[in-house]
């Protein structure tokens, strides 16, 4: 089908100086399959995005873990678009549930920043995902459709965008979804995709599954046909995201 499996690390709000040094010392060292395989991004804090950029093999790329959702100016603590793409950072993650639900970012506000970011030349994995709540009580689809139907109304090119299904009962918890409840969601995401803004963006948009993915269950996860790769948050800071890397192999066999 042609959609390259995409291997996202969000560091979040982790690292020092020589934590950061580590990691990308041994992501440097790593034998990984080649591009036309994988697509590999990682997402250190802004503070320390320039020099993971300048130390980081040529053949991973960096992203920024937000960004403002209109021009910069006088917004004190925010980080434009524009600066982004001035520093030659080429992704951007948004609406990650952290926060949706820690700074109250609405379904609105993740799709103007998606607009604005991709207006200005960033490619940007948007992030979409349902609570323990929403899904007991069987609004899940309701509740991904309506996050991806906010992007959806404000963006006519998809060709630069991720969309992450990343639940949030699975998210630093340990609670991986089941390669089956991943597979539902990606498959019914692909389907309001091909209802709602076209069969081609369904076809070749990749959906990326994040929440408790590790070397030991990446596998079986990435063997599901809808599941086109990962966003890592934990593992990502730990030498098993080279594993994860790897289990890209899987699409190869299937
Ligand atoms: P964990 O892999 O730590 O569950 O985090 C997932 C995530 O939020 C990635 O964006």
Same mark, same amino acid.
């Given at each position: 089908?042609?959609?390259?499996?995409?291997?996202?690390?969000?560091?979040?709000?982790?690292?020092?100086?020589?934590?950061?040094?580590?990691?990308?010392?041994?992501?440097?060292?790593?034998?990984?399959?080649?591009?036309?395989?994988?697509?590999?991004?990682?997402?250190?804090?802004?503070?320390?995005?320039?020099?993971?950029?300048?130390?980081?093999?040529?053949?991973?790329? !960096?992203? /920024?873990?937000?960004?403002?959702?209109?021009?910069?100016? *006088?917004?004190?603590?925010? %980080?434009?678009? #524009?600066?982004? =793409?001035?520093?030659?950072?080429?992704?951007?993650?948004?609406?990650?549930?952290?926060?949706?639900?820690?700074?109250?970012?609405?379904?609105?506000?993740?799709?103007?920043?998606?607009?604005?970011?991709?207006?200005?030349?960033?490619?940007?994995?948007?992030?979409?995902?349902?609570?323990?709540?929403?899904?007991?009580?069987?609004?899940?689809?309701?509740?991904?459709?309506?996050?991806?139907?906010?992007?959806?109304?404000?963006?006519?090119?998809?060709?630069?965008?991720?969309?992450?299904?990343?639940? !949030?009962? /699975?998210?630093?918890?340990?609670?991986?979804?089941?390669? *089956?409840?991943?597979?539902? %969601?990606?498959? #019914?995401?692909? =389907?309001?995709?091909?209802?709602?803004?076209?069969?081609?963006?369904?076809?070749?948009?990749?959906?990326?599954?994040?929440?408790?993915?590790?070397?030991?269950?990446?596998?079986?996860?990435?063997?599901?046909?809808?599941?086109?790769?990962?966003?890592?948050?934990?593992?990502?800071?730990?030498?098993?995201?080279?594993?994860?890397?790897?289990?890209?192999?899987?699409?190869?066999?299937?």
């Amino acid at each position: 089908m042609g959609r390259k499996f995409f291997v996202g690390g969000n560091w979040k709000c982790n690292g020092t100086t020589e934590e950061v040094k580590k990691i990308v010392n041994t992501l440097n060292e790593a034998q990984v399959p080649s591009q036309d395989v994988v697509e590999v991004v990682v997402s250190p804090p802004f503070v320390f995005l320039p020099a993971v950029k300048s130390i980081l093999r040529p053949d991973f790329q !960096v992203a /920024a873990q937000n960004c403002w959702v209109k021009k910069g100016g *006088a917004f004190t603590g925010e %980080v434009s678009a #524009e600066m982004l =793409k001035n520093l030659d950072i080429p992704w951007v993650i948004l609406g990650h549930s952290e926060r949706r639900a820690l700074l109250n970012e609405s379904n609105e506000f993740v799709g103007d920043k998606v607009a604005y970011a991709l207006s200005q030349g960033l490619k940007v994995i948007a992030c979409v995902g349902e609570t323990l709540e929403q899904r007991e009580s069987g609004s899940t689809m309701d509740v991904v459709a309506a996050q991806t139907k906010a992007i959806a109304d404000r963006v006519s090119n998809w060709s630069d965008v991720v969309i992450a299904y990343e639940p !949030v009962w /699975a998210i630093g918890t340990g609670k991986v979804a089941t390669p *089956a409840q991943a597979q539902d %969601v990606h498959d #019914e995401l692909r =389907k309001w995709l091909a209802k709602n803004v076209s069969a081609e963006v369904a076809a070749t948009i990749r959906i990326i599954y994040g929440g408790s993915v590790n070397g030991a269950n990446c596998k079986e996860l990435a063997g599901q046909p809808d599941v086109d790769g990962f966003l890592v948050g934990g593992a990502s800071l730990k030498p098993e995201f080279v594993d994860i890397i790897k289990s890209s192999e899987v699409k190869k066999s299937v």
